[in-house]
């Protein structure tokens, strides 16, 4: 399970509240975001270290490279030791608010990749390491594909199952992206290095299409990737959030998905129950991502993008038939 720092102090213990909910089903370990140039570090730390020593849930604490030099990543790294977290996500991370590029500070720390080799070679094994993987591959490896390029019809058999399309902030019109064949195994033997450079797990960036995650595993095994490959999963519970967050990582969505959404939006505003039944929906296509990810058995878990909530998250476990050890159901 995933959380985020609030940017509320107020807000704090409402996710402890949904942690204290989401414990009760023994999560493995819960991940917490880590703000554009440590924006968040001293927060981030807070709240895993509490997660650790007050509630018993092992944290996983992000760590990234946007806006931060080597001094920051060192003292971020020396606190988790002496604060008893073990567990780092090493991330290059987002471009900081404002910017749509991504520009390193300090050019030790250009990529992950630099961050892996330096945990590795500053604190041995002490750390659990896990890393992102993209199965559409990254979105900034993506390419718009235009009809002077041919469109769909250009498009390799693979890049047709993983391809992606997108409205053009400027001109509002709907574009095809997609990584390319080359640019996509580009990514694989990034992911790789990494691999081979100390990451012990993947976790993967949100999908809606449970072939190309599974494809994407296939693709990994194939070129030598052994560690464990953690689905990302993120719940459908608001229209324009969903809308908002898919386009921001220019994720592929499923065209009977996308028909359905967008019945929903055809709807009237004030429909009775509309966020009721797009949530009840969002729940229930969720379950059947996990069930088909779960048959395939090429996952060992499922890992859930809460967005410091609780109730869908339990709603899909429940299904699945997590029984939790707490009577307690009441709303975080």
């Not at 993947?202 to 953690?230: K, N, Y």
């Not at 994720?251 to 429909?271: G, H, Q, T, V």
Request: aromatic fraction near 8%; glycine fraction near 6%; hydrophobic fraction near 35%.
């Amino acid at each position: 399970i995933e959380f985020y720092p609030p940017k509320k102090d107020v807000d704090i213990p409402k996710l402890f509240k949904a942690l204290e909910r989401l414990k009760a089903f023994n999560p493995l370990f819960a991940d917490v975001t880590w703000g554009a140039g440590g924006s968040t570090s001293d927060l981030t730390m807070e709240l895993c270290t509490k997660m650790k020593n007050e509630y018993n849930v092992v944290p996983n604490m992000h760590l990234t490279c946007t806006n931060v030099v080597g001094d920051k990543i060192s003292k971020a790294l020396t606190d988790a030791k002496e604060n008893g977290i073990t567990n780092i996500l090493a991330l290059r991370g987002d471009p900081p608010a404002g910017q749509d590029k991504w520009e390193a500070t300090d050019l030790a720390f250009s990529c992950a990749l630099d961050l892996i080799q330096y945990i590795r070679k500053e604190h041995g094994d002490y750390f659990h390491v896990t890393t992102a993987g993209y199965p559409e591959g990254h979105p900034n490896a993506m390419k718009v594909v235009t009809e002077e390029d041919g469109g769909l019809s250009s498009l390799s058999p693979s890049e047709l199952k993983r391809y992606s399309t997108s409205k053009n902030k400027e001109t509002g019109k709907e574009e095809i992206l997609v990584c390319k064949d080359e640019d996509y195994k580009t990514e694989l033997q990034y992911l790789k290095q990494k691999v081979d450079a100390g990451a012990n797990c993947i976790i993967t960036q949100m999908f809606f299409d449970v072939d190309v995650f599974l494809q994407f595993v296939d693709d990994c095994r194939a070129i030598g990737i052994t560690v464990p490959i953690l689905p990302g999963l993120m719940m459908i519970g608001n229209l324009g959030g969903f809308r908002r967050m898919t386009g921001f990582c220019k994720s592929r969505i499923p065209k009977e998905l996308d028909e359905k959404l967008m019945a929903f939006e055809a709807l009237p505003a004030d429909s009775p129950d509309l966020k009721a039944k797009v949530k009840a929906f969002g729940i229930e296509y969720c379950v059947d991502m996990c069930n088909k990810l779960i048959a395939s058995k090429k996952v060992p878990g499922l890992h859930f993008y809460t967005l410091n909530m609780s109730s869908t998250t339990i709603a899909i476990v429940e299904k699945l038939g997590y029984v939790s050890n707490s009577i307690k159901t009441e709303e975080a």
